[in-house]
């Protein structure tokens, strides 16, 4: 089974500029997360897709950031326009619908955004 | 104060050596426990999901106390390949299911 997949692996942008990551998940995962890791910080979230519906994105930075996941499959995160503080790693994570259990989330290999 | 909170470490120990993390959270209403494991580089890799009553894969033991909100990873013969950092992550409270991350321990063993 393929596990959750990402592109581009890496970009370098300029400030000002716009770039646009891809997260493919687990296929039959209806829940969708996107996390980044900025130098020296601990990993933290973003928002949380079900489906195609936003379920939480309470850990969007503010409004540069735009998430979509149209149809329900996979997801983009457009940062439009990027700044220097957007440098980092952003993951993208997958689990299979709700219910009891742990739901499991299951990473990418993340984007590793620079700006300059 | 840190929502989850991990000694970030390193921690250097010898091959066959037995080594414990320890890992604190905040919010009492968590609902799920999990230890990850993230070599350099790469994306966190799930290691274990920790139960209320404790559980054991193989070399590791996960133990999680409710009412100290603290969570433990016991890794027993340490082996080489055991070189990574690892996250201590909850589970945000019920309703949402985003992951809260320590900034994880760092483990070397050494030959």
């Known amino acids: 089974e393929a596990g959750v997949t990402q592109f581009p692996s890496h970009s370098v942008i300029e400030k000002g500029q716009t770039v646009t990551l891809r997260c493919d998940p687990i296929s039959g995962h209806d829940n969708l997360y996107w996390y980044r890791r900025v130098m020296g910080k601990e990993i933290k979230f973003l928002l949380h897709?079900?489906?195609?519906?936003?379920?939480?994105e309470s850990g969007m930075p503010n409004n540069r950031f735009l998430a979509e996941r149209t149809g329900g499959t996979y997801s983009t995160l457009k940062v439009q326009p990027a700044e220097l503080e957007d440098s980092g790693v952003y993951f993208c994570?997958?689990?299979?619908?709700?219910?009891?259990?742990?739901?499991?989330?299951?990473f990418g290999p993340g984007t590793r955004l620079t700006v300059t | 104060r840190k929502e989850v909170e991990q000694d970030p470490g390193p921690f250097n120990v010898p091959e066959g050596a037995t080594v414990a993390f320890n890992c604190t959270y905040s919010?009492?209403?968590?609902?799920?426990f999990f230890w990850y494991r993230q070599d350099c580089r790469k994306e966190p890799k799930l290691l274990m999901s920790v139960y209320s009553s404790g559980n054991e894969d193989g070399r590791f033991t996960a133990q999680l106390n409710r009412a100290s909100q603290y969570i433990s990873l016991l890794i027993r013969d340490s082996k080489l390949s055991d070189s990574a950092t690892y996250l201590c992550v909850v589970n945000s409270i019920s309703g949402t299911y985003k992951y809260i991350f320590g900034t994880g321990t760092r483990l070397k063993v050494l030959a």
């Open positions: 994570a997958s689990s299979q619908a709700r219910g009891t259990g742990f739901h499991e989330q299951y």
């Open positions: 897709f079900v489906k195609e519906s936003k379920q939480d």
């Open positions: 919010n009492s209403a968590s609902q799920s």
